[in-house]
């Protein structure tokens, strides 16, 4: 099973080739090329020769032993834009699809829309056409796109919701409407604790779309992004259960990677302190893999 992580913090600093050997050397196998925030995307993505610098950055990658196990798409686009590569925001998309799958990601996760309103129906249908219009760019490259619940922020508060597929009865819809191998399911752990504060309920309703995992923990009302506190929930006020989720997890039958998107954990270190900190991570992130397999 590949342990990977998301590389936006840790690429800021120690930019690609750098990251690939600060995660080689924690215990990392695999790597999510976070595309979505990077501040360097005129110079890489955006830049003429982005197919090139691709396909280099992975061959350096495959000969440490490490792979791109996924992506994550930018999610600049907003509710009233034109679905449409005339769309500066829609074609940065696409431009990240095509610069995903010459890295060799297998999938690039595309965030969904939060509309202005409050109602289920109106953001479902809204984004099953936003999550159809990409399709052909996906079969274009070969790369898969990732549907993962979210958790739409109520209007002018922190409040989460369970908008942006923030319930496993719309994510299951989702996945059932689409309906084709080009899509496939991300379920967000620490996500599923906020909408729903049952994350292995939520797993389970949704077997046979959870392809692939976001692993990190919370206190249950806020999006935390941390290093999951496996030894226990309540632990430093987390309240993930992960024995129960890993419970899950096996119940299904899961065997896709284990991501570890804990941005905020990295943001808390100095860079000296970093490849520690990702040790650390990787610690973790193996132990629970070993209660998988």
């Not at 996760?109 to 159809?132: Q, T």
């Not at 692939?212 to 632990?235: E, F, Q």
């Amino acid at each position: 099973m590949i342990l990977s992580t998301e590389s936006y913090t840790i690429r800021m600093r120690a930019g690609d080739l750098g990251t690939v050997d600060l995660l080689k050397e924690a215990g990392f196998t695999g790597i999510d090329y976070t595309i979505a925030k990077m501040k360097d995307w005129d110079e890489i993505v955006g830049a003429p020769g982005y197919i090139e610098y691709a396909d280099e950055l992975r061959k350096y990658t495959e000969d440490r032993g490490l792979r791109y196990s996924q992506s994550h798409a930018p999610y600049d686009f907003k509710y009233g834009m034109k679905m449409s590569i005339e769309t500066p925001e829609y074609a940065r998309i696409v431009r990240s699809m095509e610069f995903a799958a010459h890295l060799g990601a297998p999938m690039i996760v595309l965030h969904c829309v939060r509309l202005p309103g409050d109602s289920m129906e109106e953001h479902f249908e809204y984004n099953l056409k936003y999550y159809r219009s990409f399709l052909p760019y996906a079969e274009k490259y070969g790369i898969k796109i990732a549907v993962e619940n979210l958790g739409g922020r109520a209007p002018g508060t922190e409040i989460y919701t369970q908008l942006c597929l923030g319930n496993a009865n719309m994510f299951r819809s989702m996945m059932e409407e689409l309906n084709s191998p080009m899509y496939c399911g991300c379920i967000d752990i620490g996500h599923a604790n906020v909408t729903t504060g049952d994350a292995p309920g939520f797993i389970r309703s949704c077997k046979g779309y959870v392809q692939y995992l976001h692993v990190h923990d919370n206190d249950g009302t806020s999006d935390m992004h941390r290093l999951p506190a496996i030894s226990g929930a309540g632990l430093r006020g987390f309240t993930v259960p992960w024995d129960e989720v890993l419970t899950a997890l096996k119940e299904i039958g899961y065997d896709g990677p284990l991501d570890l998107e804990i941005y905020r954990f990295a943001d808390c270190f100095r860079n000296e302190e970093l490849p520690l900190a990702l040790k650390l991570a990787a610690t973790v992130g193996n132990a629970m893999i070993e209660k998988l397999v």
